[in-house]
């Protein structure tokens, strides 16, 4: 009997050794990073991506430009098998920042293989597969890429602003803590050598008007829009500023002014800001799709310590265009 007794207690004691030996094994498998010589987790968020495209009909999917992020560089202690040492991305971008860039007529991917990259801009990002090392310690560094391909809709220059990416885990599903932002901005290069914008003449008529109408500093106002079509063979939206330039006197550079004791400014309607002569405003992308129309005003009013002269009066003034 005190022989079986100690034959249960050796076996008893063998089990425990190989659980906890079983047990140590699991604790250590994976990748454990941190940041390499003090560094940052990631690189500069901020990422350029110059879209060199050609006038006529894009395609979706044609890659309009890539641009990739500076190193992340880490220092990392490998171990258990190749799927235990394995580092993948997960992707958390928002469906706001997503559904930002389809509006823009861009399709986003990232990768770092370039036979395996990912859609940002999926309902559904899968992860991507950084790359596995062999066990031990290693400083280890890597980039990705980000690639813009041709969506639907007008296409046009864009920035997201700082938005989370994602962050990093091993094989094992264990998050490094490291969360990575970008900022990427996409910014159309050559697409239209030579664009046409077509706007019709204005007049704006004040019918007719009498003394009365300006006692007391009243000013007399009439509306106006400035309408604008592309007409060329561009696809793409183009990026729309505007100046006004009088072919006669103006004051200050607001003001028109006449013979007859008036003057006349120009207000933007969309900022109710008076507009200067001469100077461009950034009036923002129109499109075949997406024509701009531009809302003004102009307020006629009496000079100071000037007489009103009764008879017809006119002035041209000239619109000028800038874009991109």
């Known amino acids: 009997m005190k ?97 930002y860039l389809l509006s ?55 920035d997201t602003g700082l938005f989370t990416v994602g962050y990093h885990v091993d094989g094992t599903g264990r998050n490094f803590g490291d969360i990575y932002r970008a900022q990427i901005v996409g910014k159309l290069v ?7 914008v077509r706007m019709s003449n204005k007049v704006v008529d004040f019918k007719e008007l009498t003394a009365e109408n300006f006692e007391n500093g009243q000013i007399v106002r009439e509306n106006f829009s400035l309408d604008l079509v592309p007409d060329s063979t561009c696809e793409a939206a183009l990026e729309v500023s505007v100046a006004f330039q009088s072919n006669s006197g103006v004051v200050n550079k607001k003001y028109i002014v006449f013979d007859n004791g008036l003057q006349a400014a120009i207000t933007d309607r969309t900022n109710n800001q008076q507009v200067a ?14 024509p701009g129309y531009f809302p003004y005003s102009v307020e006629l009013s009496k000079k100071d310590a000037e007489a009103i002269k009764s008879g017809q009066f006119s002035n041209t003034v000239n619109v000028l265009f800038s874009y991109r």
């Open 190 to 196: 050559n697409y239209c050598p030579t664009p046409i």
């Open 277 to 290: 002569f001469d100077q461009y405003y950034y009036k923002g992308s129109i499109s075949k799709q997406q």
């Open 104 to 158: 823009n007529g861009v399709r986003l991917y990232q990768y770092t293989d370039p036979n395996r990259p990912v859609e940002i801009t999926a309902t559904n990002t899968p992860r991507i597969e950084v790359g596995y090392w062999s066990p031990g310690q290693y400083n280890i560094a890597f980039i990705y890429i980000y690639e813009l391909k041709r969506g639907v809709g007008p296409l046009k220059s864009f």
């Open 3 to 99: 022989n079986n007794k100690k034959q249960l207690i050796k076996a008893r004691k063998g089990i425990l050794g190989m659980m906890l030996l079983a047990f140590g094994h699991d604790v250590y498998a994976g990748a454990d990073c941190v940041p390499n010589g003090g560094h940052n987790w990631n690189p500069s968020p901020l990422i350029n991506i110059d879209m060199n495209t050609t006038p006529g009909s894009i395609p979706a999917g044609t890659i309009l430009g890539t641009a990739s992020t500076g190193f992340f560089s880490w220092r990392c202690n490998f171990s258990g098998n190749t799927q235990d040492r394995m580092i993948y991305f997960v992707n958390q971008t928002s469906a706001t920042t997503k559904a």
